[in-house]
C-alpha cells in the first residue's frame, strides 16, 4: 500500500504519533479529532485483498471530502492465521486492548472451524467488548441480484448479539457433563427421555430482558433517527415461548417507555416522525423478504435468527459480498465484511472488496464524517453503472447478456476511488 498513513505490524502494534484516539463521553457518544487513530484487522482467507482495497477507498474518500485537514490513521491488529503465525495466538491480548482504547474499528472475515476448535474469533470480539447489537443494512447499489426491482430491498437488520445460542454454552453428545445436565432435566425437572434421548447433545439459549431491551432501544432510535416507517419485531415465539416469544414482549415494552411515547406506534399508519412496530414469526419473514421486501425497513431480531435473516436479504441484493455490518455496543464499534474468509478464491485478486468498503462508509458515518461516505456510495454506484467489476459482478452482468469489465480486488478499489464526486 501506498498510503503513509498505514501503521502495519511490526513485532506489536504500532501507534502513530500524529494520531489520536477517540473518545467515549460520559453519555457514550464520540469525541472524534481530525486525526483519528483506527484499528484494523486484515482478516483471513480474501481478508488481505479486500482490506487495503478498502483502506484506499476509504483514504480516497476522506481526501476528496475534507483535504489535508481530516485524516485517519491505521493501525493493523492481529488475529485469526496471521496472529496465529507470528504470535502463536489466534487473538493476541494487545489485539483486545487496542481494539478497546480505540473505541471503532473495522476487520476482514475470520476463519472458525466447524464442530471443533475454540470459539469463535468473531464471538470472543463481540462479547469482549460487549458489541451488543449487529447492523446489516442491506440496500441495492445497481449489482446483478437474483429477483426483479431489487431496488424494492432497503431494510436494516439489527440483530441482537450478545445473547441466544452464541453464548456458547454447550454440552457434546455423549460427554460425562453432558449425562449430568441430562440427568438434572429427567430427575428433577420431569423431561421425558423422548425429548432427551441419552445420545442427544445439548446448547443452551439463553435470552435476557436487558439484553433485548437495550436492543430495541438502539434499533428504535436508528429507526426514528433516520426517517423509518415500519419496524418488525422477528421472532419464533410461538414455540419458543421463554426465550424468543419473551424477546418479542420485550420488544413491545419498550415501544411505551417515555422516550418512545408517541414516536413508536403499534397499530394504524405511521405519520412523520413516527415507526410502526409489528411483530412477524420467524418463518413468515423469511417468505416476505423473498415475496414482498419493500414491507419492512428495519428488523429487530436475536442473534441465530438475525444471522439467517440478514443473510436472506443480502442474497436478495446479490449476496453477502455487497453488504456492510457494525457491531456496535455503548459508543464501541467494530465494522466488518459480512462473507466468510472465502479460502477457495484466496490470493487469487478476485475477490469482491465492496462488502468491507462499504463497512468502511458506514464506519465513517458513525464517526460523523458523513460527506465523505457519501461518495463512497455514489463512488461505488458509478463503478457498478459503468459495468465495472470483480469476476463475481462480471460474470452476473454476462449471465444478464450485459458487457462487463472484470477487474482485480485493487483495480475495483481503485476505479471507486476515481469515482468519488
Ligand atoms: P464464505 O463467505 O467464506 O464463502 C462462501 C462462498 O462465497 C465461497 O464460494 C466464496 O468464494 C464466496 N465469497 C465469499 N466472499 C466473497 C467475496 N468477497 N468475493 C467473492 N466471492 C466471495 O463462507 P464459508 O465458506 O461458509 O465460510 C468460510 C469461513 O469464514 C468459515 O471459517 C466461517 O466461519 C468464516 N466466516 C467468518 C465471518 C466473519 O468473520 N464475520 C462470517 C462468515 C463466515
Redesign the pocket.
Known sequence: MHWDNVCTWDGKARIPKEGSFIKLKEDKSLEVPNNPIIPYIE????GPE?TPAMIHVVNTAVEKAYGNSRKIYWVELLA?DKAEEKTGNRMPEETLEVLKEAIVSI????????GKGGK???AILRQSMDFYSAIRPVYWLGQPAPIPNPERVNVAVFRENSDDVYMSIEYMPKAENTKKVREFFLKEMGVSEYALPEDCGITVKPMSEYKTKRHVRKALRWALENGKRVVAVVGKGNIMKATEGAFMNWAFEVAKEPEFEGRVITEGEPKEGQVLMVRVITDQMLMQLVLKPEAYDVIITQNLNGDYISDLASALVG???FVP?GNIGDGYALF??????????AGKG???????TLSGAMMLEYIGWKEAAELIYRGVKKAIEERLG???IANGFRKMGIEAKELS?MDFAKAIGERLS
Open positions: 482478516g483471513d482467507g480474501i479486500i485469526g476487520k476482514g472475515p475470520l476463519g472458525t472451524p466447524v469463535s474469533l468473531n449476496g453477502p459480498g455490518s466488518e465484511s459480512t462473507h466468510g474468509t472465502a479460502y477457495d478464491i478476485v475477490a469482491n472488496p465492496l462488502s468491507i470483480t469476476p463475481d480486488t
